[in-house]
């Protein structure tokens, strides 16, 4: 017999997969599923047992519950910085500027508002072929207080472009944090602080809600 404190255990809190929780225990597959159904332990839908997978320690991000004021206001910052500059794409929060600034200032809200996990953080530049890689390269690891090895500088070799149109010699500048749920969650408050600021009580957008709930504004 497995006891459900020890299923749960495995299961819920450390977050092993059913194949993990068989292989610890000396048991089949199907006898962890038999005795999921038999405590009425749900199992973890696909998307979440892949993020188990991939996110092992748990989330690379800690935002507070309580915000200081500070925080507060990068964090309102951010995300009409984001709003206007951010891509939708799905799971990939991502940043493209020219501007050092802008993207100082979001990678200082993940930082301070987010604590996001800094081995998850990473800038690629794109420079015109005539300009110094290694210039860039150090230009924006300095700005941005990231090590060289987070940053990967490539050529721009569209010869269609001429380096004096170019409007910076350290190029164009992508920061990049993956995670799915903070993807989520950042959309989310975007939304809520937009319809905030418009006195909007519905949300025009069909997103799904954020597993992290809620943000609170002061």
Request: glycine share 6%; aromatic share 10%.
């Amino acid at each position: 017999m497995l006891r459900k404190t020890q299923l749960w255990e495995l299961y819920c809190s450390r977050k092993l997969s059913m194949a993990e929780v068989a292989k610890k225990l000396g048991i089949t597959h199907a006898t962890v599923l038999y005795w999921l159904k038999k405590h009425g332990i749900s199992r973890r839908p696909r998307s979440e047992s892949s993020y188990v997978k991939q996110n092992p320690n748990g989330n690379p991000f800690t935002i507070p519950s309580r915000l200081t004021s500070k925080q507060q206001e990068l964090l309102k910052a951010a995300l009409l910085l984001y709003w206007a500059e951010g891509s939708k794409t799905n799971g990939v929060v991502r940043i493209v500027n020219l501007d050092a600034r802008m993207v100082q200032l979001f990678i200082k809200f993940l930082r301070e508002v987010c604590h996001a996990d800094e081995k998850r953080l990473s800038v690629y530049v794109r420079v015109h072929s005539q300009f110094n890689l290694g210039i860039a390269k150090r230009y924006w690891s300095h700005g941005l207080r990231l090590p060289t090895s987070r940053v990967f500088v490539y050529p721009h070799t569209d010869h269609r472009s001429k380096a004096s149109a170019q409007w910076s010699r350290y190029g164009l500048a992508t920061l990049e944090f993956h995670n799915t749920k903070f993807k989520q969650w950042l959309h989310q408050s975007i939304e809520q602080y937009i319809n905030r600021l418009l006195g909007a009580s519905v949300s025009v957008g069909r997103r799904a809600p954020s597993p992290l709930g809620p943000t609170r504004f002061s």
